[in-house]
């Protein structure tokens, strides 16, 4: 057993057993652990200016809204259509964009695929450093380049898909069974053709329903893309917010609720097929 | 050709019309997705802006960046981020242990499952930023919003991947300890809990990496953290000190990552 | 018609792999290799098809010239050469019959290649050599819904459909349990009885070795120590191979990789 610092402020219990046999058990460390955990939480009660009691006290304002959301203003529905169709038309080819691209970035950053240490490094750290940046904060830094609207929201998606299928790819990637490459060579299929025949078949289906699954995510994020105006359906809610039409912001709510719903079934139903 | 290869032959799954008709669909899925998106090229003025958050970066504003006096630079900034998250997911997990339970259709009935499933996606669906302007009204602006926003947003996720954890859990052990004459509440605590334990605490240290990443962008509409003083900074123009903030959040976020990846392999391989 | 002359074989860390080896292997042979773990047997077997390469001497494969072989021309070299191995090597992730197609992909042209189209010559010549090995009706059954003896056999019906000359086998039972690897095994021998198809199995199953096998081959640290018919196998040979008596394998110790 390796002594570590905790061990020897911790002193572990030795029992002897009758053959004359030393065990050592270590000091549990969850009290510890727990001891670490309370003081960082109340630490940051501290920062955060938490205070329990302001929930009871306040807490029925939370509710004030949501009860103001219903009855939805079902009048508002026509509103909502146009906005909606830009953030699905936003994920959409966000998505598309950043899955297609991923490919080569996941396949420059396997290092069975591409043998050069230094190239697969820096893949793998660009596609790190880009999936730190939040959707939101990429969306704003784009209407800042490419202008208010659709094009800056999906570029910002189209970022992030990139970064997340990249990964999941390249991880993917490094862990296939190379047998199968070995006996298309052995068989005098080309290098290309063996990674047509031995690869490509076994990580498809992952890459398919990674994209369903990033896209299914991206629907999510296109909805408040809007309120740095990037366009879609959440320059509506930030708009109705702004002038408390809450029964509207219900309505906005009500709708994605349901168009989200309606396409994560669409793509559970074909990521069952994939696997 | 034998009379059994022909059959086997004609046996052949026909998927030609099956990936055609999605070839289709995905093509004027395409088609219509660029009809939506006016594609604006870079213009004379955001391409001075790329340069200028470009320069920003390479020349943050290290007064700034390096400033731990409490409150105005980046560090206590990326503390107050930090926090908001901590106390998000801490908050979150609590909650989505009762709610797990009852979502787990190995505990409660089917019925009381698929409720309690509506109601979470029902949660999960509203967006943050709605839920921090309403939080906002209960405890006016501040890091306090972020962290009760942090605290529900989290629960869906948390409580879902809670649920697999006790979907899977390991009935050798339970089984092993009823032919020992284990009585329930000696399962429970000694069978259950134990394998429980770990794995929640793994999905929460997993989930406390992605409020980090929302954290920052709760800033947004005033319920703390870095997200605001990110906005100030581009809508002034002060590339200097976006860049700053942008380096201060990425080697967080990173450096967070990394340390989560390393707890949970530990907390998974003991 | 195989020819090993004073072949010797190191590998860049140092480690000797062959040391002059000579040996002659007629056309429709079935040789057995064995020998302990790491004593060589995966090397000679794959500087044959040039997987590996050969430091020294001349290795000669029905009159071509291993050794001097160039990209292109390997790889129409080995068309003639079939491979099997102890981890099936398959893509477990699709059909069989894909498996078995995936042997005539050299011969397609670019856009077949490209988009995995086969003609219907070359799907009836799979499904022959699926038939040939007993599993015709698995045909579109997914890879990974087989068990291990089904997959080997997908393995020998891909090997099959490339029509070679020659089958080397890496220790093709050994992931096997004892009743499937005679199965795999009896399969071996059909083929090399009805196609004259040379076949060089390496295998640690002594028993399996000597009732299968026409000719043994015994290595030792690289070094060929008995070459000769498999009834002249004597418990003498056998020490001889494997050192002393501890060090006869046992029927569940795999054999590492050579490398």
Known sequence: MRETVYDKIFKPKTYTLSNGKEVKQRASRAPFILLIVLFVTVVSGEVTGVDLSMLRTRGHQFIVILTAMFPPNFNFMNNVWGPLFDTIQMSLLGSIAGALLAIPFALLSSSNIIRNRLLNGFFKLFLSILRTLPTLISALIATFIFGLGTMAGTVAIFLFTLSYIGKLMYEHIENVDMGAFEAHESMGLSKVEAFRYAIVPDVLPTYLSVSLYAFEGNIRFAAILGYVGAGGVGLLLDERLGWRDYPSVGMVLLILMLVVFVIERISEYFRMKLT | MNKAVAQQLEKAPNRKVYLSTIAIILTALIIWSFMGVNITGFDQRGTQIATNIFSGLFSPDLEFLFDFTSGGGVPGLLFETIAIAFLGTVFGSFLAIPISFLMSPSIVSRPVAFVTRLVVIFIRTIPSLVYGLMFIRVTGPGPYAGVLTMSLTSIGMISRLYVDVIENLDRGVLEAMTSMGCTTYQKVRYGILPQLFSSFLSVTIYRYDMNLRDATILGLVGAGGIGAPLIFAMRSYRWSEVGSILIGLVVLILAVEIFSNKLRERLVNG | ?259
């Not at chain 3, 090597?89 to 069989?96: A, E, G, H, M």
């Not at chain 3, 498996?99 to 490209?114: A, G, H, Y």
């Not at chain 3, 096997?176 to 640690?204: C, G, W, Y």
């Open chain 3, 1 to 259: 018609m195989i020819e090993f002359k004073d072949v010797n074989k190191t590998y860049p860390n140092g480690v000797t792999a062959l040391k002059n080896v000579n040996l002659t292997i007629d056309q429709g042979e079935f040789v057995a290799i064995i020998g302990l773990s790491g004593a060589g047997k995966s090397t000679l077997i794959r500087c044959i098809n040039r997987m590996h390469e050969i430091n020294e001497g001349t290795l000669t494969v029905n009159d071509v010239n291993v050794g001097k072989l160039s990209g292109k021309q390997i790889r129409s070299f080995r068309r003639k050469i079939g491979m099997i191995f102890q981890s099936f090597n398959l893509v477990t992730r699709t059909s069989v019959i894909n498996n078995v197609l995936i042997s005539s992909v050299p011969e397609l042209s670019w856009w077949r290649k490209l988009v995995g189209l086969f003609p219907k010559e070359k799907k009836v010549e799979a499904l022959e050599a699926l038939d040939k090995v007993g599993i015709l009706d698995k045909a579109y059954n997914r890879v990974d819904q087989l068990s291990g003896g089904q997959q080997q056999r997908v393995a020998l019906a891909r090997t099959i459909a490339q029509n070679p000359d020659i089958i080397l086998a890496d220790e093709p039972v050994a992931s096997l349990d004892p009743v499937t690897a005679k199965v795999v095994m009896d399969d071996f021998k059909r083929i090399n009885q009805e196609t004259n198809m040379s076949i060089l199995i390496n295998i640690h199953h002594v028993e399996l070795a000597l009732e299968y096998a026409d000719r043994v081959i015994g290595i030792r640290q690289g070094e060929v120590v008995y070459d000769g018919k498999s009834e002249d196998v004597s418990q003498d040979v056998l020490d001889q191979i494997y050192g002393s008596i501890d060090n006869v394998p046992k029927m569940d110790d795999p054999e590492e990789a050579e490398v």
